[in-house]
């Protein structure tokens, strides 16, 4: 039950924190923040597993939300970097430090102002 609640929570949390990214008309971003969340909240749960596969979702979004915003680049850089270290440390089977990384990343996604 308290798995559930987590991811709940995690979900509704990228919601709300990508609200903003929503009205700017950023779909790229908002998936990455979205992937971003599962990847921690999965990460928090000792699923590896389920965490390398939304990391690695989120980088292929952050990556295209980095192309597709240049003045956003900076932070989704560095969003991109805490992302591939999340699925290097997911795919250890690290799914704590995995969460680390993905929670970085999602500060740096938010930072982008995307």
């Keep these: 039950m308290k798995a559930i609640s987590n991811i709940i929570a995690t979900g509704l949390l990228a919601f709300f924190i990508s609200a903003q990214t929503w009205a ?8 990455a923040m979205e992937h971003a969340g599962k990847a921690h909240a999965h990460g928090e749960m000792g699923h590896a597993k389920d965490a390398l596969q939304h990391a690695k979702d989120s980088l292929t979004h952050a990556k295209a939300a980095r192309d597709d915003h240049a003045a956003a680049h900076k932070h989704m850089d560095e969003a991109i970097k ?6 290097k440390h997911a ?14 990343a999602m500060k740096h996604m938010r930072q982008s102002g995307h």
């Design 24 to 31: 700017s008309d950023a779909g790229h971003t908002s998936e």
């Design 82 to 87: 805490h992302l591939e270290e999340a699925i």
């Design 91 to 104: 795919d250890m089977g690290h799914a704590d430090e995995s969460a680390k990384h993905s929670e970085k």
